[in-house]
């Protein structure tokens, strides 16, 4: 009896010291994987998308395949319909990847510096875009879509000098300040459709030297007289379905390299084909919304270009609309 009692005494004793150690030693939370599917591609050589759907994923942990053995070079991220703090951490599994898809989803944070290449978001819940959440040194096209109330801080883009395309469509950005496109120097291709734009900063592009083209379509704009003078490369400016009733052909004067040109209808009334052919000396093609080219006004105004030699390429509008219902449908004759 004597024997048992000391050995029970030593072991409470034990179970004592261990419980007083777990209560003051500090718990550490291991990192986590978080398992999604793949779907595997084959063209030239098995490509794979990881698709993350319906999960939750918080600070520190990492995507990643429950099977190893199904790893193949991973072209695409798409996040679905998930919950998620997003970090360079979150996608630390998958360095060669190259896009990441974020869509039908609630983004509670933010943070990229990674070498995704192609960012998409589209359908989500996103935090406000400043210049800490995008950090991607290689991103070379980003695209914003039908997300919900999301803002944009002046200089959110500054840091992502190797931009090259910048897709905002569908958002709700009604003035265009100064700074907002700051840093964006190598960017070739910057498309703001359907946007609820309503003004534009008179020096809102002046950074965006090479800027190629530029699509303003489909937003209430009524006055347009941003300086262009920096943006020698524009070859392309859509200004279609907007509220413009007066466009002072000075202000694309500047513009040597102005090919194409998009137009609203009511604004075909109010312009001078001799003018503008004038004014825009390599213009080749005016854009005119695609409903509208049987319209008798539309019809002459296209007549009078085709003896200036200039084409009409229609500007399918209507197809933005039936996508995103909040947008003011075109008009018609």
């Known amino acids: 009896m004597f024997t048992v009692q000391v050995f029970s005494i030593k072991m409470t004793t034990k179970k004592h010291l261990l419980l007083l150690l777990m209560s003051v030693l500090p718990v550490v939370t291991p990192k986590r994987d978080v398992y999604c599917e793949t779907e595997v591609h084959y063209t030239y050589y098995p490509t794979s998308d990881i698709i993350c759907r319906n999960i939750n994923i918080q600070r520190n942990e990492a995507i990643d395949l429950k099977d190893h053995s199904q790893r193949t070079i991973v072209d695409k991220i798409q996040l679905i319909s998930v919950t998620a703090d997003v970090q360079s951490s979150t996608l630390q599994n998958f360095p060669a990847a190259q896009q990441l898809l974020i869509f039908d989803s609630t983004i509670k944070s933010f943070s990229l510096q990674s070498n995704i290449t192609t960012l998409n978001v589209s359908n989500s819940i996103f935090p406000k875009i400043t210049s800490d959440s995008l950090k991607g040194k290689d991103l070379l096209s980003v695209t914003f879509m039908s997300n919900y109330d999301l803002e944009f801080e002046k200089g959110a883009f500054k840091q992502l000098q190797a931009l090259r395309e910048l897709i905002i469509v569908n958002q709700t950005i009604p003035r265009i300040q100064r700074h907002l496109f700051t840093g964006l120097v190598n960017l070739r291709y910057l498309c703001l459709i359907a946007s609820n734009i309503q003004e534009i900063d008179e020096d809102a ?60 209808r009511q604004l075909l009334k109010t312009i001078n084909v001799t003018d503008l052919v004038t004014k825009i000396p390599d213009l080749r093609v005016v854009g005119i919304d695609f409903m509208e080219l049987q319209c008798p006004d539309v019809i002459s105004f296209m007549d009078e270009l085709k003896k200036k030699e200039v084409r009409v390429m229609p500007i399918k509008i209507e197809d933005i609309w039936y996508h995103h219902r909040d947008i003011d449908k075109p008009s018609m004759c």
């Open 205 to 264: 592009f002046l950074d965006l030297s090479r800027l190629d083209r530029l699509y303003l379509d489909a937003n209430p704009i009524k006055t347009f007289s941003t300086n262009l003078c920096a943006l020698t490369h524009l070859d392309r400016l859509s200004l279609s379905n907007t509220n413009l009733k007066k466009l002072n052909f000075d202000v694309l004067g500047p513009v040597k390299s102005l090919s194409s040109v998009g137009l609203p």
